[in-house]
């Protein structure tokens, strides 16, 4: 179904090759997982598969690529499309329509069929994912989880014969992640050729007949998941854990409420919240977080974790409660001079002419502001990229360094939103270390993550959303 | 999904007697009649027309922000000309009735654009656009522009967020006091966001098989109802009526 023979890629402007000498081949109805560290060369892997390579992205192509018993590089990728679906790592983004019918539809009306084909295709598919409910909804209302059933759906509406997923765990809760699962199990014994590409590895287990392990362009090897058993070679390219078990972490409340300064924790009292012309998120909820600690923050989307964490540093105004560090009140104001959170997506963190700059901005106010900067660029690895401009880095690099610009300001809290999603094993390790090490310095740090590896790794304890009664009056 | 600026769904149905490309053909059948009209007369009474239009769609202090924002451009285009005129009086006294002319057509559009925004769902224009049965190189742009106001929006937002996270304040003094920063803070992550959705949206565009040659499926549209007939009738014969009275007369 997939062909790959002696490939070698480099693109425009570019000395080294991004691919070198691939060769593998993938029979239909087989799942294939493609992982390796970041910059391996996995996405430009995807892009041979799906033809994009060399019809959109030019470049220079040596080898052979067949998809479907068609050459890729010799066929449009109007008529491969017809034969391969992908899916992209954030499924909003590749949606042309607003509403989730008409989503389903899209790519059925582009191909000129008929109104009541589109009709019937759609219904099918949409009952096949679970989604009859959910097609009059608009995809900003839905979770991560279902918009991937969108698009899952809407690539089965044109029936191909290969589907290419990239990172398709990495922004789902383990309950989506199960579901997901299910589903590409289901598309495997309808004959579904899978190509999935993912650093996650331990949800796969069931699915995988083939593992391709990619090392800076080449392939380092493949085999049968039993492949990832080896714990040299996990270290060696970077690799994330085959098996995890579900970390059983203790509730992150104190058991004493901290009315006077002597007492180390994080004080929330009475807190309300609830967004314009919605029902409250938060009621009167009371609780206490220890300081020094790596505390979890878990539970399905939906149910506040961001916007607690923006409420915790200042962004968000309560519209009734308090806040205390060490029996000292905050106001809003004062939470976001002694906070720092880091939120999901880099590029709108990320706004000055040079890695350097980028730092230096974001440590105007620390006092040892050139010692803290050179010691967050050592320890990030952000040495090599001081005068590059932020947004040209791969997203690895870019998550370490908004890390590290959060860093530099030597908050009381830190807070991070889904830091490891789409990292491999080496920059989750980093990412886990760093969050240790400033929990032992004494700063509270609070990670939103559905990321199982990373709790097993580096959390002490967990708040689990929504706020249970337990949490909201001690 | 967050409307264009309806608050929420109820709201809409009472007011949504009218369908969404009626308003957009109200809207078109305007802006090309006060290209052509020429007497305040005529120009007045196509104001007074949409005015009327506008107040049925309700959000009375919307457009009330609205008109302020047309009346400050003109007072500062008016006292522009005065300053002007002090260092080249050659360009000749101009009065108030010079700008009358354009901003009774700026009027005209403001509230027809006004009704269109405040009764329409960004679903709705789009499924309005598909079943105008334009050609597929005009339908897909448009169709994006609008699908990704509401992403466009919130990237502002988090980009705000992000500034204020790093100790910045984006209000009005900040961005009068330091306006090359914030280009550097806000326009340039903005532009970027901007640049990779077009990328990410063109290749979304070629893996599901899209190119210029498309022929889309026209999917069945609703038929116009009375009121539809009723509105576009009055909107033609005022703007139409309003020409030939001016050539004839």
């Given at each position: 179904m997939i062909e790959f023979k002696h490939v070698s890629y480099t693109y425009p402007f570019?000395?080294?090759?991004?691919?070198?000498d691939i060769s593998f081949s993938v029979s239909k109805a087989e799942t294939v997982v493609c992982t390796g560290a970041s910059g391996s060369g996995k996405s430009t892997l995807i892009r041979l598969i799906n033809g994009l390579?060399?019809?959109?992205h030019k470049g220079t192509l040596s080898g052979r690529v067949r998809v479907a018993g068609k050459t890729t590089a010799h066929t449009p990728v109007k008529a491969l499309s017809s034969h391969v679906g992908t899916m992209f790592q954030d499924p909003e983004r590749q949606f042309f329509a607003l509403r989730a019918r008409d989503e389903l539809k899209f790519a059925l009306e582009c191909r000129g069929q008929s109104v009541e084909a589109i009709e019937k295709i759609t219904r099918q598919e949409a009952d096949r994912f679970g989604l009859t409910h959910l097609m009059d909804n608009m995809i900003f209302d839905l979770s991560q989880g279902e918009k991937q059933k969108i698009a899952l759906a809407g690539i089965m509406c044109i029936a191909p014969d290969i589907i290419i997923l990239d990172e398709p765990s990495a922004n789902l809760d383990p309950q989506a992640t199960r579901e997901l699962a299910d589903h590409l199990m289901d598309l495997k014994r309808r004959g579904i050729t899978l190509f999935i590409v993912d650093h996650r590895l331990y949800w796969l287990k069931n699915l995988i007949d083939k593992v391709l392990v990619l090392d800076q362009g080449r392939l380092a090897c493949q085999g049968?998941?039993?492949?990832?058993?080896?714990n040299d070679l996990r270290k060696k390219f970077g690799l994330r854990q085959p098996v995890i078990a579900c970390p059983t972490l203790p509730a992150?409340?104190?058991?004493?409420?901290?009315?006077?300064?002597t007492i180390n924790g994080f004080d929330v009292e009475n807190l309300t919240f609830g967004y314009k012309k919605k029902p409250l998120l938060f009621q009167d909820a009371s609780f206490q977080l220890p300081m020094g600690e790596v505390i979890a923050v878990t539970g399905a989307n939906g149910t506040g974790k961001t916007t607690l964490a923006r409420l915790l540093t200042g962004l968000l105004p309560f519209k009734t409660g308090a806040v205390r560090i060490n029996g000292t009140p905050l106001r809003p104001k004062d939470l976001l001079a002694r906070g720092s959170i880091v939120l999901q997506n880099t590029d709108h963190q990320l706004h000055m002419k040079t890695v350097d700059r980028e730092l230096a901005i974001a440590a105007r106010n620390n006092p040892d502001r050139d010692n803290a900067v050179a010691h967050v660029r050592a320890r990030f690895g952000l040495e090599s990229f001081?005068?590059?401009?932020?947004?040209?880095?791969?997203g690895g690099q870019k998550q370490r360094l908004v890390i590290a610009a959060a860093l530099v300001k030597a908050p009381d809290i830190l807070i991070l939103d889904e830091p490891t999603s789409g990292l491999d094993g080496t920059n989750m390790n980093m990412i886990a270390q760093v969050m240790i090490d400033m929990a032992q310095k004494g700063t509270m740090v609070l990670v939103i993550t559905h990321d199982l590896e990373l709790m097993g790794l580096a959390c002490d304890c967990a708040l689990a959303m929504p706020l249970s009664n337990k949490e909201k009056k001690l | 999904m967050p409307a264009l600026s309806v608050s929420n769904c109820s709201n809409l149905s009472s007011k949504n007697f009218i369908d969404v490309r009626t308003r957009m053909l109200i809207c078109l059948v305007c802006s090309t009649g006060i290209i052509f009209i020429q007497s305040p007369p005529a120009l007045g009474i196509l104001a007074l027309a949409s005015l009327v239009y506008a107040l049925a769609h309700g959000r009375i202090k919307v457009l009330t922000v609205a008109w302020c924002g047309v009346g400050i451009i003109f007072a500062m285009a008016m006292c522009c000309i005065r300053i002007m005129l002090i260092f080249w009086p050659e360009i000749g006294e101009m009065g108030p009735g010079a700008f009358f002319n354009p901003f009774l057509r700026v009027l005209i559009l403001v509230n027809t654009i006004f009704a269109l925004a405040v009764s329409s769902r960004i679903q709705d224009l789009m499924t309005s656009l598909k079943t105008l049965g334009l050609p597929f190189v005009i339908y897909l742009p448009a169709s994006v522009m609008i699908r990704f106001i509401p992403e466009f929006i919130n990237d502002v937002k988090l980009i705000r967020e992000s500034m204020r996270i790093k100790g910045f304040n984006p209000g009005i003094q900040f961005v009068t006091l330091h306006p090359f920063l914030v280009v550097r803070l806000l326009v340039v992550p903005l532009t970027i966001r901007a640049l990779r959705s077009a990328d990410t949206l063109s290749v979304a565009a070629e893996l599901k098989g899209m190119d210029a040659n498309t022929r889309m499926t026209k999917m069945p549209s609703p038929k116009p109802g009375a009121w539809d007939i009723i509105a576009t009738a009055c909107a033609l014969v005022l703007t139409f009526g309003s020409i030939a009275a001016e050539k004839l007369l």
């Amino acid at each position: 179904m997939i062909e790959f023979k002696h490939v070698s890629y480099t693109y425009p402007f570019q000395d080294k090759p991004a691919v070198a000498d691939i060769s593998f081949s993938v029979s239909k109805a087989e799942t294939v997982v493609c992982t390796g560290a970041s910059g391996s060369g996995k996405s430009t892997l995807i892009r041979l598969i799906n033809g994009l390579i060399p019809h959109f992205h030019k470049g220079t192509l040596s080898g052979r690529v067949r998809v479907a018993g068609k050459t890729t590089a010799h066929t449009p990728v109007k008529a491969l499309s017809s034969h391969v679906g992908t899916m992209f790592q954030d499924p909003e983004r590749q949606f042309f329509a607003l509403r989730a019918r008409d989503e389903l539809k899209f790519a059925l009306e582009c191909r000129g069929q008929s109104v009541e084909a589109i009709e019937k295709i759609t219904r099918q598919e949409a009952d096949r994912f679970g989604l009859t409910h959910l097609m009059d909804n608009m995809i900003f209302d839905l979770s991560q989880g279902e918009k991937q059933k969108i698009a899952l759906a809407g690539i089965m509406c044109i029936a191909p014969d290969i589907i290419i997923l990239d990172e398709p765990s990495a922004n789902l809760d383990p309950q989506a992640t199960r579901e997901l699962a299910d589903h590409l199990m289901d598309l495997k014994r309808r004959g579904i050729t899978l190509f999935i590409v993912d650093h996650r590895l331990y949800w796969l287990k069931n699915l995988i007949d083939k593992v391709l392990v990619l090392d800076q362009g080449r392939l380092a090897c493949q085999g049968k998941v039993t492949l990832l058993e080896d714990n040299d070679l996990r270290k060696k390219f970077g690799l994330r854990q085959p098996v995890i078990a579900c970390p059983t972490l203790p509730a992150a409340q104190l058991d004493t409420h901290p009315t006077d300064s002597t007492i180390n924790g994080f004080d929330v009292e009475n807190l309300t919240f609830g967004y314009k012309k919605k029902p409250l998120l938060f009621q009167d909820a009371s609780f206490q977080l220890p300081m020094g600690e790596v505390i979890a923050v878990t539970g399905a989307n939906g149910t506040g974790k961001t916007t607690l964490a923006r409420l915790l540093t200042g962004l968000l105004p309560f519209k009734t409660g308090a806040v205390r560090i060490n029996g000292t009140p905050l106001r809003p104001k004062d939470l976001l001079a002694r906070g720092s959170i880091v939120l999901q997506n880099t590029d709108h963190q990320l706004h000055m002419k040079t890695v350097d700059r980028e730092l230096a901005i974001a440590a105007r106010n620390n006092p040892d502001r050139d010692n803290a900067v050179a010691h967050v660029r050592a320890r990030f690895g952000l040495e090599s990229f001081r005068l590059r401009h932020p947004q040209s880095l791969s997203g690895g690099q870019k998550q370490r360094l908004v890390i590290a610009a959060a860093l530099v300001k030597a908050p009381d809290i830190l807070i991070l939103d889904e830091p490891t999603s789409g990292l491999d094993g080496t920059n989750m390790n980093m990412i886990a270390q760093v969050m240790i090490d400033m929990a032992q310095k004494g700063t509270m740090v609070l990670v939103i993550t559905h990321d199982l590896e990373l709790m097993g790794l580096a959390c002490d304890c967990a708040l689990a959303m929504p706020l249970s009664n337990k949490e909201k009056k001690l | 999904m967050p409307a264009l600026s309806v608050s929420n769904c109820s709201n809409l149905s009472s007011k949504n007697f009218i369908d969404v490309r009626t308003r957009m053909l109200i809207c078109l059948v305007c802006s090309t009649g006060i290209i052509f009209i020429q007497s305040p007369p005529a120009l007045g009474i196509l104001a007074l027309a949409s005015l009327v239009y506008a107040l049925a769609h309700g959000r009375i202090k919307v457009l009330t922000v609205a008109w302020c924002g047309v009346g400050i451009i003109f007072a500062m285009a008016m006292c522009c000309i005065r300053i002007m005129l002090i260092f080249w009086p050659e360009i000749g006294e101009m009065g108030p009735g010079a700008f009358f002319n354009p901003f009774l057509r700026v009027l005209i559009l403001v509230n027809t654009i006004f009704a269109l925004a405040v009764s329409s769902r960004i679903q709705d224009l789009m499924t309005s656009l598909k079943t105008l049965g334009l050609p597929f190189v005009i339908y897909l742009p448009a169709s994006v522009m609008i699908r990704f106001i509401p992403e466009f929006i919130n990237d502002v937002k988090l980009i705000r967020e992000s500034m204020r996270i790093k100790g910045f304040n984006p209000g009005i003094q900040f961005v009068t006091l330091h306006p090359f920063l914030v280009v550097r803070l806000l326009v340039v992550p903005l532009t970027i966001r901007a640049l990779r959705s077009a990328d990410t949206l063109s290749v979304a565009a070629e893996l599901k098989g899209m190119d210029a040659n498309t022929r889309m499926t026209k999917m069945p549209s609703p038929k116009p109802g009375a009121w539809d007939i009723i509105a576009t009738a009055c909107a033609l014969v005022l703007t139409f009526g309003s020409i030939a009275a001016e050539k004839l007369l």
